[in-house]
């Protein structure tokens, strides 16, 4: 094992001879070199005495640092055929990292850290910039090709990255100041978080687009003067000791602001990674520096603007719930939301010409997945649930894992934790999503709706709408997820109270809403137009993107009909993908109204209140409206009946609207009871219609 040492100290001398003086080797020496190196390489991957022998080595990691600074030059200087050569040196390096601390340490004493700091700079420019027009075939490929190389060094350099900080917390939070940069303006805020979001909409904005940082200055003390730790004092003393090990060298926070944009979901996963290990609480972790993490992420301008690009990238990919990008960004949500930050989040990641932008709908979407009882989830996914480890299945550059005994494989277990029960749902957080709704929301969504109806009507010119359906994709994801986000509050005991206690407003809203869309939007009936014809359609649609943009897949909760209902409007779980692309002005809304007459239903249930209020908004007559069959909101006449026994229960006023209703037009039997049928509420809080016989 001591050759292993000698042999790769001399090898690296070779790459280094190569990088500084091109061309001094024989070819044939050069490439036999080049192969020796990728045998080491291989060696550690595999076995963890290896990983120890050179990862504890002084000499290895000075030689490392030497060559790989060489390399850097080079690079800079587009000398990309060395590429391999230094992507080698960052996997080896990766690979020693598996042995813990001593070689952690050592790394960053030997200053290798800061050079991958600047090799991830390198990477992420070349891989940022746009390919040169013009090119020929062959040239444009090669230009890829090398753009594709950096981009798989970036990936290495960032495990590496996850590697060196894993079980330090103080190497961590120096990750965390290189990355987001150092707190500087902490101490002037003089609160404990963040500014409150209120009154922020414009100076936010403008406060988020460039901070100032100040290289160097600060880190202890400004750190440690800074208010998000003054509650930790246990912290604070240990930030005292900050400063001492802060490398400044390359120091050029937010430089890690543009990788989602070149990365794939498979690719990105060492980011999330490296953010997870930073705020996530596990088993293990120190609770208090992952929460001095978390609010110094959001604190700093680059830590917002990182967050946010994390956030789109997750809505522009269209990553499915139970991937590992979801899940480990769900965990960071959560974080912040267990440090009270989720208000300030949505508010930072606000903008003038969205009225609900991408990154807010996903937060909204990941909160909501966080809120969500566990029940719902597969048993299995927790259990398959990546380690912090840095090994990366389906990763080109996992030979096989040599990362068994990595510092992080200890957290595997601990994510587990995913079993605890969903975090409560303090009162804080309904009064916030339900004025950013009110306010926010509602008011632009209406007045769509609205227009759309005039338009229909004719009393308004097709031009005059001037959204397109990419706008509204937009407005719509934004507004599903705020009622998805609704829904989960109004079944959840403690959060419903806080609604109809000091938001009762929201009913008010909410039936007017419904109001404007029952009056705007056609219902659309394809169930029986289409039904001889469905199997081919269906076959059809497997190969073909749906054509109907915003469509999207819902999850019918049929279990949730306990009469039988379903066979009414049977099919209609797939009714995307069958119809024209409409124009922007003529968009249904899908599942909308159905949203909000579940969400009365929950808040009405048992509540002498809300059903008066919903009375007093006209809003028995819109409920009994919606007791039709509509496939863009599959079982909502079932809902409605459900809606409407709540409403009536035990409040006379109601029930006397609807007998006078009865007078004039068809009320469902089911709602007057004279069917022997029961309304309940199960476990979930939801309310279910059965048979009472
Ligand atoms: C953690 O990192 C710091 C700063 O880089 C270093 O001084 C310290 O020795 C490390 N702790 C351990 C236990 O290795
Ligand atoms: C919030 O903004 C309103 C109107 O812009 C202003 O009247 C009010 O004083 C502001 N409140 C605070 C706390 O700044
Ligand atoms: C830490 O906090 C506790 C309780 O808030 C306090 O009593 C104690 O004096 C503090 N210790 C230091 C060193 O500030």
């Not at 604070?236 to 490398?247: P, Q, V, Y």
């Not at 510092?407 to 029960?421: G, H, I, N, Q």
Request: hydrophobic content about 40%.
């Amino acid at each position: 094992m001591a050759l292993l040492e000698d042999l790769l100290v001399t090898l690296l001398f070779g790459v280094e001879a190569s990088f500084t003086h091109p061309g001094i080797l024989i070819p044939t020496v050069e490439s036999t070199g080049d192969a020796e190196l990728k045998n080491v390489v291989k060696t550690t991957q595999r076995s963890r005495e290896s990983r120890e022998t050179l990862g504890f080595s002084e000499r290895v990691w000075k030689a490392m640092t030497e060559t790989l600074l060489a390399g850097n030059d080079q690079l800079v200087h587009n000398k990309h055929h060395l590429l391999p050569k230094v992507w080698d040196l960052v996997l080896l390096a990766r690979n020693l990292l598996a042995a813990k601390e001593r070689a952690q340490n050592l790394a960053a004493e030997e200053g290798f850290d800061a050079e991958v700091r600047r090799l991830l700079s390198i990477c992420i420019e070349k891989a940022s910039k746009p390919v040169s027009p013009n090119l020929d075939k062959a040239a444009h490929e090669k230009e890829i090709q090398m753009k594709g190389g950096y981009k798989k060094v970036m990936i290495t350099a960032l495990q590496f990255f996850n590697n060196l900080m894993t079980c330090n917390e103080t190497r961590k939070l120096h990750v965390w100041l290189h990355i987001f940069g150092t707190p500087s303006s902490m101490h002037t805020t003089g609160q404990n978080n963040p500014p409150p979001a209120k009154n922020t909409t414009k100076n936010k904005a403008k406060k988020s687009a460039k901070p100032q940082p100040s290289p160097g200055s600060g880190v202890g003390v400004a750190f440690v003067g800074g208010t998000p730790v003054s509650h930790h004092n246990e912290t604070a003393a240990k930030c005292n000791s900050l400063s001492a090990g802060f490398n400044a060298k390359y120091y050029k926070p937010g430089f890690l602001t543009d990788v989602p944009r070149l990365l794939q979901p498979d690719e990105i996963e060492p980011l999330l990674m490296i953010l997870q290990s930073g705020i996530v609480v596990f088993e293990g972790s120190d609770e208090a520096m992952q929460s001095v993490r978390c609010k110094l992420m959001l604190a700093q301008g680059y830590g917002r603007s990182l967050l946010r690009e994390v956030l789109v990238f997750l809505g522009a990919w269209e990553v499915d719930e139970d991937d590992f990008c979801s899940r480990v960004l769900g965990q960071i949500v959560e974080a912040i939301l267990l440090n009270g930050l989720i208000p300030y989040a949505y508010e930072c990641f606000r903008d003038d010409k969205d009225i609900v932008t991408p990154a807010q709908s996903v937060l909204l979407k990941l909160l909501a997945s966080v809120y969500r009882p566990q029940s719902n989830l597969p048993q299995q996914h927790l259990e398959a649930w990546p380690s912090g480890s840095p090994t990366l299945t389906g990763s080109p550059l996992a030979l096989d894992s040599p990362y068994g005994d990595s510092p992080t494989s200890a957290a595997s277990k601990d994510k587990a934790t995913a079993l605890d029960p969903p975090p409560h749902i303090e009162s804080a957080i309904p009064t916030f999503f339900v004025n950013a709704f009110r306010k926010q929301v509602l008011p632009p969504v209406i007045k769509i709706i609205q227009l759309q109806g005039a338009i229909r009507k004719g009393k308004e010119n097709k031009e005059a709408f001037e959204l397109s359906l990419w706008d509204l994709d937009r407005i719509y994801e934004g507004i599903y997820q705020f009622l998805e986000l609704l829904v989960l509050f109004s079944e959840d005991e403690d959060a419903k109270q806080v609604i109809v206690t000091n938001e009762k407003g929201l009913v008010t809203d909410l039936v007017r809403l419904l109001g404007e869309m029952d009056k705007a939007i056609p219902r659309y009936v394809h169930t029986k137009a289409t039904k001889a014809i469905e199997p081919a359609k269906k076959e059809e649609k497997k190969s073909e993107p749906p054509k109907h943009l915003v469509e999207r897949p819902f999850d019918v909760r049929s279990e949730e009909i306990d009469n039988g209902k379903e066979e009414s409007e049977g099919g209609n779980d797939d009714d995307d993908g069958e119809r024209e692309l409409v124009d922007p002005d003529e968009f249904t809304w899908p599942s909308i109204k159905r949203f909000i007459v579940v969400i009365i239903s929950s808040l009405a249930w048992g509540n002498r209140d809300v059903q008066d209020l919903v009375r007093e908004s006209a809003g028995v007559q819109v409920i009994l409206n919606q007791c039709k069959i509509d496939d863009d909101n599959p079982f909502i006449r079932e809902h409605s009946i459900m809606c409407l026994r709540a409403l009536l229960q035990g409040n006379p006023e109601n029930q006397k609207i609807v007998e006078e209703l009865n007078a004039r037009e068809v009320v469902p039997n089911e709602v007057l009871d004279k069917h022997g049928y029961a309304t309940f509420i199960d476990p979930n809080g939801r309310i279910k219609l059965k048979k009472t016989d």
